[in-house]
């Protein structure tokens, strides 16, 4: 484009300016005019989306349109949009509509956003409003007194609306709602025909009829009057959801999806039509749909009980419990007498474990309830599995009563008296299940598992054979007559049950974990890892596959694997316990507490009240020393296990590692009083009466338990320990050795040999020899051996046995470190190597740290050796030893002030450590 054309354009778009500036204003308000015209026009014939286009653009044109403004509020009021209506009629107000005009329109866009205060407050009655206008405020605030739970206030109020006009129809539809909130059904009928008979083109009356009669039970008649609502105003809101709910609840679905969709499209986040999509999609077999619709029902009304009430039950269906149970929660807290939502919340507390809590939410309704066998029978299980039988059998009776064709009853009553030990009755009772034949399926796996249970094994493997014969299809059969077979010592017909029920579905996991653990006992451990890894195809945190995987890599020492298998079982499977409590085990066998304590906090998140958990937790706290936290935990344990002595007997624990014997000792006589016979308490008493000295009274007690245990190494190992403390070695190793007569025990073979030992005994070792002839897989013997070898400064026969420790256990850190020291002891150039494995299986225990900071010091790497010992010295700096090579290295870094300082220190803890010697004469060499 040139300058010049340019130019042309500017001078031409001035001209136009000046035009336009000097164009008659009149034309505007004409134009803005005739879209209200249009406007009024559209909302007449019901067309409420054309209405407010061209009330908006008459407003455009002219802004300050005050009739515009308010047709406009009244248009977003049909459409319940009650903040927009709010907006345009206050915006009318300030253009100067008058209150006169504007009082019921503002009221009820208040009382559409749940503003019950401002409808009170904002619109008031003025002394020169008409008798009609009056009436109409005064409805407004009726319709506040009822959002704000005030009944009597809002009859009040609607009657004195009706003496001021008799005629007001919205007064006489507010009291015909409120007597129907009230079940006064045939009154409301009465008070809403009487509002139709003045205005039969009263949408709002026809719908408000709907609802009524929809309370009667008459739901054809209800969706005729949603029908005659829809048809005098087609796109009203609460005409369209009466008319979905009624048509879903008889089943039409395609009309209530109309009514849903329609509005929607007004309001996307209408919470009503939301749930209702929610409820017709959940029918519909659309779990997922339904609960995103519910989300957005809750981001906006976040109590929306029948809400929470459905995402309730999807999140059971789902397996999602937890969820699950915080949704019921709820709806059951703010409606205690919701026996749906009751019902669905016990058997989500059963899902958990949490059979208590389930006796506790059904128990108060059961009165009421007399004739409901699905509540009786949760009831009933819920007893049998908080283990109160006979509760449980009372219950599951009264349902089978009322419903003697239950055959689901039948199957959990005769788990009651499974659980009684009535082993008799229960058969007769699935017998019963089975014969009903209906939905049996469960009674007749129930059957076949009780004769399995009580190793009937032929009486199983026919009742697994006439199972498969009425479930042709079903892989079930065959996996249970294969663990019928395996009872029956028949492998090759078991393997050959599983490879049928792998046939039948080669997803029928169980089959295959089944062929998997025959293996393992058959020592095929290769087949068996490929079965589980299979399982894990399909199912990557199947619990069983990997448990049985961490189970397997723990024999073989796999330390990586072990720990791998168990994070992932872990992980995968939220909230269960068993990878949980195997993790713990794990953590405080390798001595990290902390972490251990980790993993047993958050299972304690999720079941606060479990035994198991508790248990674990408490005995992590110990292993990490926070005795007090621990001490917590226990009384926890006890509180939710007062019969039981093991609480008692763990308090008596941590009160002991707190230095309270006094405390200790009478929680371990508690114990025993519940239990006279718990070993651990005993056990934990006598060494307590040790520590004080008390030989007489601990003798008593091991004496007590050798009664009670003849044929048990606990009460001899206890005698011998007690005499050893006493200065009697030679009397401690006839206890030992009597022992050992009784019962074979490496720990009394350990303790012998302690004894022989310290009475001087020329080979003590013998007797080690001897144990490992006759027990080559104790590696627990093996490891004393080694040590004593190394001791004994048979630094070759140490490594050999070290050796084979470390074949079966490759990641011992404990034998990685003392083969480490005897190695180097030897010259040998892999001593380096064994401790570099051990410190990284271990990089926090301070020993593993200073044996390779030693070793590396004495080969020459000082650079690399001292940062380490620095590290060992920091986690244990009690002890010379380890001050000791420090200070080598220190010295041989070039040092000596510093290394001066830390011999010193070393002798001062401790003048006579092992290597004290050197120490001092290393000091009188600087």
């Known amino acids: 484009?040139?300058?010049g054309e340019n130019c042309n354009l500017t001078w031409k778009a001035a001209l136009l300016g000046i035009c336009l500036l000097t164009t008659p204003a009149l034309v505007?308000?004409?134009?803005?005019?005739?879209?209200?015209?249009e406007g009024q026009a559209y909302l007449k014939k019901g067309e409420l989306g054309a209405a407010i286009i061209q009330l908006k653009n008459a407003l455009k044109q002219d802004p300050k349109n005050k009739i515009a403004r308010k047709t406009l509020g009244d248009a977003y009021l049909l459409r319940s949009d009650g903040a927009g209506a709010e907006k345009e009629l206050e915006r009318a107000r300030s253009l100067g509509v008058g209150m006169s005009e504007l009082a019921g329109s503002l009221g009820r866009a208040y009382l559409m956003q749940g503003k019950a205060d401002d409808a009170l407050e904002k619109v008031q009655l003025e002394d020169g409003f008409s008798p009609s206008v009056k009436a109409d405020i005064l409805v407004v605030h009726a319709n506040a007194y009822m959002q704000k739970s005030q009944p009597d206030e809002a009859e009040a109020t609607f009657s004195e609306a009706l003496e001021l006009n008799p005629q007001a129809v919205d007064a006489l539809l507010g009291l015909g709602r409120l007597v129907a909130m009230k079940q006064q059904l045939d009154k409301a009928v009465e008070l809403t025909d009487k509002a139709l008979a003045i205005n039969p083109k009263s949408s709002e009356g026809w719908t408000i009829k709907g609802e009524i009669v929809r309370q009667k039970g008459d739901l054809t008649a209800a969706d005729t009057h949603f029908d005659k609502a829809l048809s005098l105003r087609p796109l009203s809101p609460p005409a369209l959801l009466g008319s979905a709910g009624v048509n879903l609840a008889l089943g039409n679905m395609e009309k209530a999806n109309r009514a849903i969709d329609q509005v929607l499209k007004l309001s996307p986040s209408h919470p009503l039509a939301n749930y209702l999509r929610a409820v017709g999609l959940y029918r519909n077999g659309d779990p997922d749909g339904a609960a995103e619709a519910l989300q957005r029902v809750l981001r906006n009304v976040p109590d929306h009980l029948p809400s929470l009430q459905v995402m309730g039950a999807i999140n059971f269906s789902k397996g999602r419990y937890e969820q699950a149970d915080q949704a019921l929660s709820r709806v059951v807290s703010a409606q205690p007498g919701n026996i749906a939502a009751i019902k669905l919340l016990a058997s989500i507390q059963l899902q958990l474990g949490q059979a208590k809590k389930a006796v506790e939410i059904?128990?108060?309704?059961?009165?009421?309830?007399?004739?409901?066998?699905?509540?009786?029978?949760?009831?009933?299980?819920?007893?049998?599995?908080?283990?109160?039988?006979?509760?449980?059998?009372?219950?599951l009776e009264r349902a089978a009563e009322l419903d003697p064709q239950a055959a689901g009853v039948r199957t959990q009553l005769a788990l009651g008296h499974l659980a009684s030990g009535e082993t008799s009755q229960a058969v007769k009772e699935l017998e019963t299940a089975v014969d009903l034949g209906k939905n049996v399926f469960q009674a007749e796996l129930m059957l076949?598992?009780?004769?399995?249970?009580k190793q009937d094994f032929d009486l199983a493997l026919k009742q697994a054979k006439t199972f498969a014969e009425k479930n042709p299809d079903s892989p079930l059969p065959h996996n249970l007559a294969g663990a019928a077979y395996l009872g029956l010592e028949k492998t090759a017909e078991a393997r050959a049950e599983f490879n049928m029920a792998l046939d039948k579905d080669t997803r029928f996991l169980p089959a295959r974990m089944n062929l998997g653990?025959?293996?393992?006992?058959?020592?095929?451990?290769?087949?068996?890892r490929q079965a589980y890894q299979s399982t894990l195809k399909q199912q990557p945190s199947h619990l069983g596959a990997l448990m049985s995987l961490a189970r397997m890599a723990t024999r073989q020492g796999q330390e990586k694997e072990v720990l791998k298998y168990l994070q992932k079982a872990w992980e995968g499977n939220d909230g269960a316990l068993q990878p949980g409590l195997a993790l713990v085990r794990y953590y405080n066998q390798r001595k990290q507490p902390l972490r251990a304590v980790s993993i047993a906090r958050e299972m304690k998140a999720r079941h606060p009240d479990n035994p198991q958990v508790l248990n674990a937790l408490g005995l992590s706290q110990m292993e990490s020393k926070d005795y007090h936290?621990?001490?917590?935990?226990?009384?926890?344990?006890?509180?939710?296990s007062p019969d039981s002595p093991q609480p008692l007997y763990l308090l008596g624990l941590a009160r002991k590692a707190l230095e309270q014997p006094k405390e200790a000792r009478q929680y371990f006589e508690k114990a025993l009083v519940i239990a006279k016979d718990h070993l651990a308490a005993q056990l934990a008493l006598a060494r307590l009466e040790m520590?004080?000295?008390?030989?007489?009274?601990?003798?008593?007690?091991?004496?007590?338990i050798q009664q009670q245990l003849p044929d048990d190494a606990a009460g001899y190992r206890l005698e011998g320990d007690i005499l050893m403390q006493a200065g009697q070695p030679a009397a401690a190793a006839k206890?030992?050795?009597?022992g050992l007569k009784k019962a074979e025990s490496p720990r009394l073979v350990v303790a012998l040999y302690i004894a022989q030992k310290k009475v001087g005994k020329t080979d003590p070792q013998t007797l080690l020899v001897t144990w490992l002839k006759e027990h080559p897989e104790d590696l627990a013997v093996r490891a004393v051996y080694a040590s004593a070898l190394q001791e004994a400064g048979n630094l070759q026969g140490a490594v050999t046995q070290y050796q084979k420790l470390l074949a079966e256990r490759p990641n011992d850190v404990m034998v990685l470190n003392n083969l480490a020291w005897a190695a180097q002891q030897l010259g040998q150039a892999d001593a380096v190597g064994y401790a570099e494995r051990a410190y990284k299986l271990a990089p926090e225990i301070p020993a593993v740290i200073d044996t390779l900071g030693w070793l590396l010091v004495s080969g020459g790497d000082v650079q690399r050796g001292l940062p380490l010992l620095e590290q060992a010295v920091a986690k244990a700096p009690h002890l010379a030893e380890i001050r000791y090579h420090l200070g080598v290295a220190l010295y041989r870094a070039g040092q000596k002030s510093e290394a001066r300082a830390e011999l010193k220190r070393a002798l001062d803890m401790d003048d006579s450590f092992t290597s004290a010697k050197q120490a001092r004469s290393l000091l009188n060499e600087m």
């Open 629 to 640: 936290a621990a001490l917590s935990t226990f009384e926890a344990l006890r509180r939710i």
């Open 691 to 704: 520590q004080e000295k008390n030989s007489d009274a601990a003798l008593r007690i091991a004496q007590d």
């Open 517 to 528: 653990r025959l293996f393992e006992r058959e020592g095929k451990l290769d087949e068996a």
């Open 735 to 738: 206890v030992y050795e009597n």
């Open 28 to 37: 505007w308000a004409e134009s803005s005019a005739e879209y209200l015209a």
């Open 1 to 3: 484009m040139t300058y």
């Open 362 to 395: 059904l128990q108060p309704v059961q009165a009421k309830a007399t004739d409901d066998a699905q509540l009786l029978a949760l009831l009933g299980t819920a007893y049998l599995r908080s283990g109160q039988n006979a509760e449980g059998i009372k219950y």
């Open 448 to 453: 076949t598992l009780v004769h399995l249970r």
